[in-house]
C-alpha cells in the first residue's frame, strides 16, 4: 500500500496560477502539477535550468486536494511607471534593458493578479515509482529543512505554518483524502489546526461534519473512472514542460465534495 504525504497549505494568501489572459492572472480553485513540482523542487534546491530533472519530478507526480477552508477570491491591481532607463534582472541571470521610443513610457504598466485570502488548502500525493530518487521521505526531509524559502504559488503568499502534516497509507488519493480530512478533524500530531480554523462555521463545523470541495485524479490506478453523483470530470492543462518553458497537456480529474468529519476530541472554540 503506498504511502502519500500530506501537505497543508495554510497562508494569508495563497495562488495557485491558472492561464494568463493579457493583463490578468488568474487563480485556480486547487493547485495543479506544475504547482506542486515548484514548490518541491524549490525545497529540493533545484534550479530552473534542471528541466529534465523538473519534468521528472512531475511526471511521477499523483496528487489530489481539498479546500478544508475557501476563503474568499481577492485581486490585486498592479500598476508600475517605468522609464527607458530602468533596468532590472532576469531568470536567465542577466541584466536586461528596456527599448522603445518616448511615447512608449507615457503610461504606467498595469495588470490584475488574483489570490485566495485565508484558504487552507489539503494536498496528497505520493510518486510513482516510490524508488526513484528524490524519494518521499527526501521531500519530506527538503519540505522541513527547505533549501531556499517556500511560497504557496507568487513570492508574497508564505505560509504561516509548516508544510508537512505527516503521511497517509492508502490505495488511492481518494480514500487518502479521506482518511488526510478525518486526521484534521481529530487533531492528530501535526495534522492539528490553528485554533482560528476551528471556529464554528456557519454550516456547525467543528461540532458537526461539513462537506469540503476537492478534486483529485479520474484514473485512480485502473480504467479511467466515471464522475459519480454530484461529481464532474475535467480535463486539466496543468502542466508544464519545463525544458521549453511552456504549459501544455492535459490530465483527467474529477471534482466532488468530501465530508469532513466533526472534531472528535481537543478544544472546540
Not at 501537505?7 to 488568474?26: E, K, N, R, S, W
Not at 515509482?129 to 508564505?158: H, M, N, Q, V, Y
Request: some cysteine.
Amino acid at each position: 500500500m503506498p504511502e502519500h504525504l500530506v501537505l497543508l497549505l495554510d497562508a494569508p494568501l495563497c495562488a495557485f496560477g491558472g492561464d494568463i489572459i493579457d493583463a490578468y492572472g488568474v487563480v485556480r480553485d486547487f493547485p495543479g502539477r506544475s504547482t506542486v513540482t515548484g514548490l518541491l523542487a524549490n525545497a529540493l534546491g533545484y534550479d530552473r535550468a534542471d528541466g529534465a530533472l523538473l519534468d521528472r519530478l512531475q511526471a511521477r507526480l499523483v496528487l489530489g486536494s481539498a479546500r478544508v477552508a475557501e476563503g474568499r477570491r481577492v485581486r490585486d491591481f498592479q500598476t508600475a511607471r517605468l522609464g527607458a532607463g530602468d533596468r532590472g534582472w532576469t531568470t536567465r541571470g542577466r541584466v536586461e534593458g528596456r527599448s522603445g521610443g518616448a511615447a512608449t513610457y507615457d503610461s504606467p504598466h498595469i495588470r490584475y493578479r488574483d489570490a485566495d485570502a485565508d484558504a487552507l488548502v489539503l494536498v496528497v500525493f505520493h510518486l510513482d515509482p516510490p524508488e526513484e530518487r528524490p524519494t518521499l521521505a527526501e521531500i519530506e526531509g527538503a519540505l522541513d529543512r527547505p533549501e531556499r524559502p517556500l511560497f504557496i504559488g507568487r513570492k508574497p503568499c508564505l505560509p504561516s505554518r509548516p508544510l508537512v502534516a505527516g503521511r497517509i497509507a492508502s490505495n488511492d488519493i481518494r480514500t487518502a483524502l479521506d482518511l488526510a480530512l478525518a486526521a484534521c478533524a481529530a487533531g492528530t500530531e501535526r495534522f492539528r489546526l490553528h485554533p482560528s480554523r476551528l471556529r464554528q462555521t456557519p454550516d456547525g463545523w467543528p461540532r458537526s461534519e461539513r462537506r469540503v470541495r476537492a478534486q483529485w485524479p479520474a484514473d485512480l490506478g485502473q480504467a479511467d473512472r466515471a464522475p459519480g453523483e454530484r461529481e464532474r470530470r475535467l480535463d486539466m492543462c496543468d502542466e508544464r514542460d519545463w525544458v521549453v518553458g511552456v504549459h501544455g497537456g492535459s490530465r483527467g480529474v474529477i471534482e466532488g465534495r468530501l465530508c469532513l468529519p466533526a472534531r472528535t476530541h481537543g478544544e472546540t472554540p
